[in-house]
């Protein structure tokens, strides 16, 4: 019932995101590609620029919400999100060695996305270590603790080599200002890969919300799946963290909003957030292209917006 | 279908949890696990289910894995519906992609209406009581179909109606099933359980009936607390609670609730009380157990034997003082009023006469010789407050 609402939610999102824009391109312009008479700079605008960009606004806020939604029920808790794992921190690294070694695109992706993999594993592998008795909360930790130390080392890597700062500031605060159909490609096929795994193991999610023993009893292999989650969330969080930057609490405002709507069941949960992020992200990006001269990065916007929104759900769950 | 745990020995890191532990069990069985925390019931549970394997040994059940059916002591709060977490428990029936189909639905209505949690599907878990919450997860693991129910303190955090009526359900329902449970209430085991194994140190100590394994010796061993074993019909367990902080003993004659004000005066100033001769059941019988204080007792409804006659002079010799309550004298128990006739002359007597004695005397003349010889070398007083300030007073002698 959630779901077609939430389909024309996306419609809506995707016309209004490829029609606005700084330059005066709008619903006309659309309309003469999609009957073919249009001239080669309407098309290079809306199809070259505003498309991947919506794109990839839509790729990562379903990357994002998806894991953020996934995790908080791993951990069984509700600030749990891909950037509490060090992931964030461990991309912007790789993004940071690869702008101060000159890679292009496609190599900062890459390092991006190796360095953040590289990060989750450490933290799950500290985490899980057996001398914590609660492992979930010794892998939020572990998290923190590494994503504290790589904010360090980054700061210390941007002091050292200011000439490149402008580049690497800009991309960290997170922001789509330059689409690229490559980075839509990259990305594309870890997205599928990541959410098909979710959605298809989205049944084992209810069973950990009453513990992993609990999971366990209805024979659940805890441990693997854990792992499991782990890798196809990184695989998700980096993806994202390489072609936009750090777009933070877009994993904790989505899921959130769509619980209180909907509940925790999350074979319908995890669609309807993925749903919403794919609406919600182009519409922050639209707002980000259009309410200034220049672009606010969308990374700032959603952080004001989820700051707050963090401190609403720490207040209700009165920790 | 039959269940055998064969020499199993479990290590979690260094340590060995359980040491070559064997089990058998049948059909119909009941068992409940007692022991102390850290003896290894949880363990034992989650070895018998497969989540733990043993170093050495095997864990051999005639059946299919997912008809080992396991309810785990911690169970986080969840807004999950009622009906979402019952339906968990068809997890092992459900395909790859486990999406649940219209007979899974049924099964998982048909264990809430199992356990009268029909009305609650939709509400969320969270919302529900501690004992509420506990029926539905009674209801996930009878929607697995187990043929063996593994139940690890199912009873823990629950008042106690509702600790009795998860026992219930899960007697009921149970059947033909094989049950284990772990339980930390013996009481509680003795009642539903049809086997009690005890385990220490990861090892059974006691197995067999409650009657055969519940004993005092057995408990102090296993748990390393003094209770006494009541076996007035129904077996139960009750601990000694040490008050005596002034450590003075003394002894009270009493019985048919006329002890009942000057016990507990005696017990909260942390008097080391004693009392006799009591009827088991009789209600001064169960205040002195519940205090923790020695007892001479005969069989409900009889008279005073010649021989607890006997211990209760002993007792008397034993205490420091003695007093006599407001107690009615009839022909059973004439020989409490000789016990104090014998504390009178040892000179450490006081009574109670609160009730004109020959409003409570139905023996005659031979009881109210005695009274009123009794009365002679004793403290008399009107009251129990007053008993109290009569004692400080013998005793500062």
Not at chain 1, 267 to 280: D, G
Not at chain 2, 46 to 63: A, H, M, N, Q, Y
Request: aromatic letters at 8%; one cysteine or more.
């Amino acid at each position: 019932m959630k779901i077609p609402l939430l389909l024309i939610l996306n419609l809506a999102v995707v016309l209004l995101s490829i029609s606005v824009g700084s330059s005066h391109y709008g619903f006309d312009e659309v309309y003469q590609i999609l009957q073919g008479i249009a001239d080669e700079t309407t098309k290079a605008i809306i199809l070259d620029y505003r498309l991947p960009r919506l794109i990839l606004a839509m790729i990562v806020g379903a990357s994002l919400s998806a894991s953020g939604c996934s995790l908080q029920a791993l951990f069984r808790n509700p600030l749990a999100e891909p950037y509490v794992l060090g992931i964030a921190s461990g991309a912007s690294m790789g993004a940071i060695l690869s702008v101060i070694l000159g890679f292009g695109v496609f190599g900062r992706i890459l390092l991006a996305f190796f360095s953040a993999i590289m990060t989750a594993y450490l933290v799950f592998f500290i985490g899980s270590t057996r001398k914590f008795r609660d492992q979930s909360y010794a892998i939020l930790l572990a998290g923190i603790a590494i994503a504290s130390f790589l904010s360090g080392l980054n700061s210390l890597l941007l002091y050292l080599h200011s000439q490149s700062l402008h580049l690497v500031i800009f991309w960290l605060m997170g922001s789509f200002s330059n689409p690229q159909w490559e980075e839509v490609y990259f990305s594309l096929p870890f997205l599928i890969i990541g959410l098909s795994f979710l959605l298809a193991t989205s049944w084992n999610l209810n069973a950990l919300l009453l513990g992993d023993e609990h999971a366990k009893a209805v024979g659940i292999n805890v441990d693997r799946y854990r792992a499991e989650l782990i890798f196809f969330t990184s695989l998700l969080t980096s993806t994202a963290v390489a072609v936009s930057g750090v777009i933070g609490f877009v994993g904790i405002i989505i899921p959130h909003t769509v619980r209180l709507l909907i509940g925790e069941e999350h074979r319908q949960l995890l669609p309807a957030t993925i749903l919403l992020s794919t609406a919600f992200m182009p519409l922050v990006d639209v707002f980000a292209r259009i309410s200034s001269s220049g672009e606010i990065p969308v990374g700032a916007i959603t952080a004001i917006l989820g700051g707050p929104f963090f401190l609403y759900l720490l207040m209700r769950r009165g920790l | 279908m039959r269940l055998k745990v064969d020499k199993i020995t479990v290590k979690l890191g260094s340590s060995e949890i359980l040491k070559d532990l064997t089990i058998e069990a049948k059909k119909g069985d009941f068992i409940a696990l007692l022991g102390p925390n850290g003896s290894g019931k949880s363990t034992l549970l989650r070895t018998i289910f497969g989540i733990i394997k043993p170093l050495k040994g095997v864990v051999f059940f005639d059946g299919k894995e997912e008809e080992k059916g396991y309810l785990p002591q911690e169970t986080a709060d969840t807004n999950l519906r009622v009906i979402e977490v019952v339906l968990l428990g068809r997890t092992p029936y459900l395909g790859r992609i486990k999406s649940p189909k219209e007979k899974d639905f049924e099964i998982a209505m048909d264990a809430l209406r199992s356990v009268g949690m029909e009305n609650f599907a939709d509400r969320k878990f969270s919302e529900l009581s501690g004992g509420e919450k506990q029926k539905v997860l009674l209801a996930r693991l009878f929607a697995q179909e187990p043929k063996i129910l593994l139940l690890d303190e199912p009873t823990a955090h629950l008042d106690i109606s509702a600790q009795l009526e998860i026992m219930r359900i899960i007697k009921e329902l149970a059947g033909d099933r094989i049950v284990i449970v772990a339980l930390h209430d013996i009481n509680l085991a003795i009642s539903f359980a049809n086997c009690i194994l005890m385990i220490k140190d990861g090892r059974i100590a006691y197995a067999g009936s409650p009657r055969n394994v519940i004993t005092e010796e057995s408990i102090k061993e296993v748990f390393g607390v003094e209770v006494s074993v009541k076996r007035h019909g129904q077996i139960y367990v009750i601990p000694k609670i040490k008050s005596s902080i002034n450590g003075r003993r003394v002894h009270v004659i009493c019985g048919g609730g006329s002890g009942k004000e000057l016990l507990h005066l005696l017990s909260t100033e942390g008097y080391s009380v004693s009392a006799g001769v009591l009827n088991a059941l009789d209600s001064d019988w169960e205040i002195v157990s519940e205090i923790g204080g020695m007892i001479v007792d005969a069989p409900p409804f009889s008279e005073i034997s010649e021989d607890a006659h006997q211990r209760n002079l002993e007792a008397i010799k034993n205490s420091e003082a003695v007093i006599l309550a407001d107690l009615s004298i009839g022909r059973g128990n004439l020989k409490n009023l000789i016990s104090a006739k014998y504390a009178s002359e040892l000179g450490k007597l006081i009574v109670v006469d609160k009730t004109p004695f020959e409003e409570r005397n139905f023996v005659g003349q031979e009881a109210e010789k005695i009274y009123s010889e009794i009365l002679k070398n004793a403290t008399v007083v009107k009251s129990e407050g007053d008993a109290l300030n009569a004692l400080r007073k013998l005793l500062s002698r």
